[in-house]
């Protein structure tokens, strides 16, 4: 079953003793075929003088760890290819959990630490959640050791690399909404490979605060998503019949936006590389979602919607089509999602008007918004 959103978000501040009950036990996970269940393949070898296990790529979970709230620690090290690797953690199942993973590619720039949550699917919405408390610089060596050190407390988290005091990167708010508490290794899709040894947690059941985020002011909150259809058997620019889509009333949820992944399987391919497809909407095995929402107008007039999408976006209003943006990662930039930027004038009737996204997936994560200006 998808994840759904939960409204209320619970936001704490951390320090660098917090995560931790006095008294609380730590937890050595082992490193043998019985604890861990993989997408992929894995094998546990002797890699740089210590034991450990190998993931190919996807994600292994433990069989036995319960956690939730306090620390995890582990240590990792990348291959000479590896460029993704890292940490699931309140993994509900192998296609949903919280994602900290790490590019050695990236090494000494902003995109080296990356957070974001795995949705329906083993890929992470890097896309969607990037910038101030999703990404951090790290210096990242290949075939070394690094230890990680992961304190979650409610919907917040703080890394620590090497056994530093100072955070490499503090997480305000987890995004998946979920109630897991499985533990595993992950490789990203694509894989290349990566190490992990000494994996250990400590369970924190300390009282934490709530608070709930307020969505900016105009965000168009109520929607309704259809089903994924697959994008080359569409004409972009042209409606299909509505009528004949299956309609599911979703909700925007904070920054303002709607995460697509929450609701559907993103397909996972790997990046268009041919212009003409991208622009055609002929990318072999992307998906589309059509999603669409009413706003009434007092009179006729213009109205300014801003917006931001992830991959492809066509929108309509009242069924003629007013705008059309290609960004997928690689395409133009890295292809991130961001909920302003993006701006388009909305010619509205007096009376309801019909405002439907068409919004097309390759990979990295599948989000839209909306937000009127007043």
């Given at each position: 079953?998808?994840?759904r ?19 609380a ?10 604890e ?20 190919n ?18 240590d ?18 192998p ?55 992961l ?32 533990i ?18 400590t ?12 969505l ?7 929607w ?25 009333s ?17 397909p ?8 003409d ?24 007039r213009?109205?300014l919607?801003?917006?931001?999408y ?23 930039s890295?292809?991130?999602?961001d909920p ?13 008007n ?7 997936e ?8 909306g937000?009127?200006?007043?």
């Amino acid at each position: 079953m998808p994840i759904r959103h939960v409204a209320t978000a619970l936001v704490v501040s951390l320090g660098a003793g917090a995560g931790t009950s006095a008294g609380a036990q730590t937890v050595v996970l082992p490193l043998t075929p019985a604890e861990w269940t993989a997408t992929d393949s894995i094998r546990f070898e002797t890699y740089l003088g210590r034991p450990s296990i190998y993931i190919n790529k996807g994600v292994a979970l433990s069989r036995s760890a319960t956690f939730r709230n306090g620390t995890l620690e582990f240590d990792m090290a990348a291959g000479p290819k590896s460029n993704n690797l890292g940490i699931a953690f309140r993994a509900e199942r192998p296609d949903a959990f919280e994602v900290l993973f790490f590019r050695p590619g990236a090494s000494g720039t902003i995109d080296a630490t990356q957070y974001a949550p795995a949705i329906n699917g083993v890929a992470a919405a890097w896309q969607i959640y990037h910038g101030a408390g999703a990404n951090a610089r790290a210096t990242l060596p290949r075939e070394a050791w690094i230890h990680v050190k992961l304190q979650v407390v409610a919907d917040s988290a703080i890394v620590y690399l090497n056994n530093a005091t100072t955070p490499t990167l503090t997480i305000p708010r987890l995004r998946l909404a979920g109630s897991g508490t499985g533990i595993g290794l992950w490789g990203s899709n694509f894989g290349l490979g990566a190490y992990f040894s000494n994996i250990s947690y400590t369970v924190d059941n300390a009282p934490f605060t709530s608070v709930a985020p307020a969505l900016p002011a105009g965000t168009i909150e109520a929607w309704q998503l259809s089903e994924a259809l697959d994008a080359p058997d569409l004409v972009p620019g042209t409606l299909p019949d509505l009528r004949r889509l299956t309609w599911e009333s979703v909700r925007a949820e904070s920054p303002g936006l709607v995460l697509v992944n929450r609701y559907r399987r993103a397909p996972g391919i790997s990046a268009p590389a041919d212009e003409d497809s991208v622009l055609r909407g002929r990318v072999a095995g992307s998906k589309v979602v059509f999603a669409r929402t009413t706003i009434e107008s007092d009179r006729e007039r213009l109205r300014l919607l801003h917006f931001g999408y992830s991959d492809n976006v066509v929108i309509y209003c009242n069924g003629r089509p007013i705008y059309s943006g290609v960004n997928p990662a690689f395409f133009r930039s890295l292809g991130n999602f961001d909920p302003i930027g993006n701006a388009v004038y909305l010619p509205l009737r007096k009376g309801r008007n019909e405002i439907v996204y068409a919004v097309t997936e390759f990979f990295g994560g599948w989000a839209f918004s909306g937000r009127l200006d007043k």
